[in-house]
């Protein structure tokens, strides 16, 4: 941390800034300028709250060197986290991850018939939401345990991993006895005692960006369930609000170069949610793809007209189909290339 004086603090005023410092426990070191001072504090161990040294007479202000996030920053962790899913598919090691599925799991048809057709386009994971978030109460609020049943069907069927989303503390365990990856969404991407409930169910978690949230949020969000002891986390790039209504959400491509900067976690891409229109979600998922993220994930129903959820942005498995083929051209163009196929017989063990 550097506490910067104003011009012309007095020799008393730095002086005071450093035994202020010293009585904190800390080292200070002052850097004299040729107009005004600086103080380095030396010697903390994460993030000091200013509030002391901010209102010392002769300060100008704090500046914070390090992030306020530790676990997930790549000063603390340089290569990437790599996270491998029991059925092989693999985030964070240079493949790009297909995850498809609808929005919401409807029927033990609907589900199979998506699960089939994305996994034959080369998805290796399955999505499907059990316990949906809905912004109206009147909405479908999903088939609950029915709807978990039903991706462990499909998961057995197909071979795809299953990411599924946790609505409360109180679901994590039985959401975790069926999904792969739990997922926390948008809306709950600062409900704290989720994240660490979440971080405590021994499976990897997809954590989305809040509408509103700026990306050092999302990171400070992933430390909390780093900090519970899982370091398998997978950020999601899924459009925040903006002024513009050409869209459903404005989806943030910087995002990803950002988080990869900041970051040792993989990040994917939504350009469902992000874009909120069908016609929008192929251009953005090769967009996020060419930005360097590692998978997308796009909701896909066998009949998007009669969705319960988010018909208007999900793909026919036609058109995931060709997608998956664009996506594959692009990974290569940029020296990766798509996860593998799952094999439903390997992986059941057979
Ligand atoms: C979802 O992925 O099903 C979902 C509800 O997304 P978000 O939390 O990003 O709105
Ligand atoms: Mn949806």
């Known amino acids: 941390m550097l506490i910067v004086m104003k ?6 005023q730095i002086a005071a800034v450093v035994r202020t410092i010293e009585e904190m426990g800390y080292g200070a070191e002052p850097i ?3 107009r005004r001072t600086a103080v ?5 161990d994460g993030r000091i709250d200013p509030g002391r040294l901010d209102s010392l007479p002769g300060v100008f202000r704090v ?3 390090s992030p306020p996030y530790r676990r997930a920053s790549r000063d603390w962790h340089p290569d990437n986290t790599v ?7 693999c985030f964070g090691a ?29 998805a290796t994971v399955l999505r499907g939401g059990a316990f949906k978030p809905r912004t109206s109460p009147y909405s479908f609020q999903g088939l609950g345990e029915e709807g978990l049943r039903l991706l462990t069907l499909a998961r057995e069927e197909t071979g795809l991993a299953v990411v599924t989303e946790v609505l409360d503390p109180e ?17 709950n991407m600062q409900n704290y005692s989720l994240l660490k409930a979440a971080g405590r169910a021994d499976r990897p978690v997809l954590l989305k960006r809040g509408m509103g949230a700026s990306v050092e949020e999302m990171l400070l969000s992933a430390e909390y369930v780093l900090l519970e002891g899982e370091s398998r986390v997978i950020l999601c790039e899924r459009g925040i609000r903006s002024f513009d209504t050409h869209a ?88 990766r290339d798509l996860a593998e196929p799952v094999r439903p017989a390997a992986v059941a063990g057979a």
């Not at 790009?96 to 029927?107: D, K, M, Q, T």
């Not at 679901?171 to 809306?187: C, F, K, M, N, T």
């Open 63 to 65: 500046i914070h060197i």
């Open 248 to 335: 459903r959400n404005l989806l943030d491509l910087t995002a990803i170069p950002t988080v990869k900067e900041l970051s040792h976690l993989p990040i994917i891409a939504d350009p469902s949610h992000g874009t909120g229109s069908r016609r929008k979600v192929s251009p953005m998922a090769r967009a996020a793809i060419a930005a360097g993220a590692d998978g997308v994930m796009v909701e896909v129903h066998p009949m998007p007209a009669e969705a319960v959820s988010d018909g208007a942005q999900s793909l026919t498995p036609d058109q995931f189909e060709v997608l998956s083929s664009e996506l594959r051209l692009i990974a290569r163009a940029i020296g």
């Open 171 to 187: 679901s994590v365990e039985v959401v975790a006895e069926h999904a792969d990856i739990l997922q926390i969404g948008a809306r």
């Open 94 to 122: 240079g493949e790009v991850v297909l995850i498809a599925g609808p929005c919401a799991v409807e029927s033990e048809e609907q589900l199979l018939e998506t699960a089939r057709r994305v996994r034959a386009a080369g």
């Open 32 to 34: 004299p300028g040729r």
């Open 83 to 89: 996270i491998r899913l029991p059925n092989g598919a």
């Open 7 to 12: 011009h012309g603090a007095s020799e008393e």
């Open 40 to 44: 380095a504090l030396v010697g903390n």
